[in-house]
C-alpha cells in the first residue's frame, strides 16, 4: 500500500491537476493526501480530473481564503466508506519526518516530471 501525501501549492490551474494526475497514474497509491489546495470548492469533476480511474472517491476541505484547502483521495477497490466523517482528522505521522509514511513532496510544480516528482517516487 502506497500513502501519497503532497503539497501541492494549488490546484487550481489545469496544468498543475494534470501533473498530479500523471504521477497518480505512474506510482498508483492507494491513498493521495493533497495539502493547500487552495480551492473553495471541490467537485466530482475536480476528483476525477486528479484520480484517474485509480482515486475515484474523496473528500476534501475547502480552502479558506487564498490558503489551506486538503483533499484526500483513495481506491474504492481497497477501501469502504462505513460512516460519513463529521470531523476530517488528518492521520498521524503523514508527511512528518519521523513517519514511515513520510513519501510525499513539497515543492514547485513547474517543469519537467522529474523535477516535480521527488526521486523516491518516480519509476
Known amino acids: 500500500?502506497?500513502?501519497?501525501?503532497?503539497?501541492?501549492?494549488?490546484?487550481?490551474?489545469?496544468?498543475?491537476?494534470?501533473?498530479?494526475?500523471?504521477?497518480?497514474?505512474?506510482?498508483?497509491p492507494s491513498i493521495l493526501f493533497l495539502q493547500e489546495t487552495k480551492l473553495k470548492q471541490c467537485n466530482c469533476k475536480l476528483i476525477s480530473s486528479v484520480g484517474g480511474f485509480c482515486l475515484l472517491n474523496g473528500?476534501?476541505?475547502?480552502?479558506?481564503?487564498?490558503?489551506?484547502?486538503?483533499l484526500s483521495l483513495w481506491n474504492a477497490d481497497l477501501f469502504k466508506v462505513i460512516k460519513e466523517p463529521a470531523v476530517t482528522l488528518w492521520p498521524e505521522g503523514v508527511g512528518s519526518s519521523s513517519g514511515d509514511?513520510?513519501?510525499?513532496?513539497?515543492?514547485?510544480?513547474?517543469?519537467?516530471?522529474?523535477?516535480q516528482i521527488p526521486p523516491n517516487l518516480l519509476p
Open 59 to 70: 473528500v476534501a476541505v475547502n480552502a479558506s481564503g487564498s490558503s489551506g484547502g486538503l
Open 1 to 28: 500500500m502506497l500513502i501519497l501525501p503532497w503539497n501541492v501549492k494549488g490546484l487550481g490551474k489545469w496544468e498543475k491537476r494534470r501533473v498530479v494526475r500523471h504521477l497518480v497514474e505512474s506510482v498508483k
Open 101 to 115: 509514511a513520510n513519501l510525499g513532496g513539497h515543492g514547485a510544480t513547474t517543469g519537467s516530471m522529474e523535477e
